[in-house]
């Protein structure tokens, strides 16, 4: 079953404002992946984070790995219509992705 | 262009009616999965595997089949399908090893069964 849960379900956002997307564990996580899936698309990968406490940017997204590695976050900062989509994170075991069931996000312009 | 392609894009079928859906990577990757989507569940792992003729159940296996007899081939059978077996498939295959890439995603099976 899911190891990985994710808040909230779906996003309602206003265009140019921020959110922030949460994937959270009751076992510590070995890493954690992020993956966009735009309507009607397929999951695209976007970054594996790795250490504890580690955080990347992409432009306007920003990863965050917990320091105990059971807690992983994405903010978007000034949200636009292209970032529309479901958000997944996935935790990477040998042959396997466990995911989150996603958030689901959409933009007001 | 380096890719993952599925076919086909939809089927609708008939209980019982064996199908294939293939699957097929130019990346020369190792590891191949295929997951099934429904909704407020996420992806869930159907079948894996980690090189020619080597395969092993994932989390959801129940109804399905996968052979791996070349590398770049990871078909997906069902041999009777059934109505819960309606879903969106995608498979996803990445190359071996411990680094941070991630799968790669076929653009999906959308599969109705009647």
């Known amino acids: 079953g899911q190891q990985v849960m994710q808040i909230p379900q779906y996003q309602h956002v206003q265009e140019g404002e921020d959110f922030t997307t949460y994937c959270n564990s009751s076992?510590?996580?070995?890493?954690i992946q992020w993956y966009k899936q735009r309507p009607g698309g397929h999951p695209v990968f976007l970054i594996q984070?790795?250490?504890?406490?580690e955080v990347k940017k992409q432009k306007r997204l920003t990863f965050q790995f917990g320091e105990a590695k059971k807690n992983s976050s994405l903010h978007i900062t000034a949200t636009q219509t292209t970032d529309v989509g479901t958000y997944f994170c996935?935790?990477?075991?040998?042959?396997?992705?466990?995911f989150g069931a996603g958030t689901t996000v959409t933009v007001r312009a | 262009e380096a890719q993952v392609t599925q076919n086909p894009r939809y089927l609708i079928t008939v209980t019982g009616k064996k199908l294939t859906v293939t699957c097929s990577q130019n990346?020369?990757?190792?590891?191949m999965s295929w997951y099934r989507q429904d909704p407020g569940l996420g992806l869930r792992q159907i079948y894996y595997?980690?090189?020619?003729?080597?395969?092993d159940k994932g989390d959801v296996p129940e109804g399905y089949k996968v052979s791996r007899k070349e590398k770049r081939n990871f078909p997906l059978i069902l041999e009777s399908p059934s109505p819960n077996q309606t879903s969106l498939y995608f498979c996803?295959?990445?190359?071996?090893?411990?680094?941070?890439?991630?799968?790669?995603f076929g653009s999906g099976t959308r599969l109705t069964v009647v």
């Open positions: 984070l790795v250490k504890s406490g």
């Open positions: 996935a935790e990477r075991n040998d042959y396997k992705l466990s």
């Open positions: 076992t510590t996580l070995s890493n």
């Open positions: 990346m020369n990757h190792e590891y």
């Open positions: 595997s980690m090189n020619v003729e080597v395969t």
């Open positions: 996803a295959s990445r190359r071996a090893g411990t680094g941070t890439s991630g799968y790669t």
